[in-house]
C-alpha cells in the first residue's frame, strides 16, 4: 500500500477547498506541528463527503488501510486496530485512497469520509451507416 498515495488523496478528496493546500503541507512534511493542529483537522472536512457517524459504519473490520495518528509514521492496519487504537484520539485511516476514510476525534467522535465513483453513462452503441 503507498502510504503518501492514501494520505495526498484524504486531504484532496475530503477537506474543503480553502484548507486542502496547508493540510497537504501538514501531511506530507509530518512536522510537529501536524500533532498540534490535528484537533482541528475535523472542521476542515468537506461536509458533502463526510459525516459523523461515531463508530456507526458497516464495514469489514478485517480490512487493511492506511492508519495516521498525527504523532508516529503512517502504517498499514485492519480497521479493528485501527478502532482500537484511534477511538479517542485525532487520527484518519484511509481504506480506499480518495474514495473512503474514516477520521477519528480525541472527543470520541468519528466521520466516514466516501465518495462515490464516477458513474458513467453509457450511450447506446450504433455502427457507422447508423444501423
Sequence with gaps: MDVEQHLIAFVTA?????????WLQLFTRRRKN???????????LD???????DGAWDLDPSRQGV??????EPI?????????????H?????LEPGQLAIHFSHEGW????????????RCPRTSIDGR
Design 76 to 88: 498499514v492496519k485492519t480497521l479493528a486496530e485501527a478502532v482500537a487504537e484511534g477511538d479517542y
Design 14 to 22: 475530503f477537506v474543503t477547498p480553502a484548507r486542502r493546500e496547508r
Design 47 to 53: 461536509e458533502r463527503y463526510c459525516v459523523q457517524v
Design 34 to 44: 501536524v500533532f498540534a493542529n490535528s484537533s482541528k483537522l475535523m472542521q476542515h
Design 90 to 94: 485525532n487520527a484518519i485511516f484511509s
Design 67 to 72: 492508519y495516521y495518528d498525527f504523532y508516529n
Design 110 to 121: 468519528s466521520w466516514l469520509c466516501h465518495k462515490e465513483p464516477p458513474r458513467t453513462t
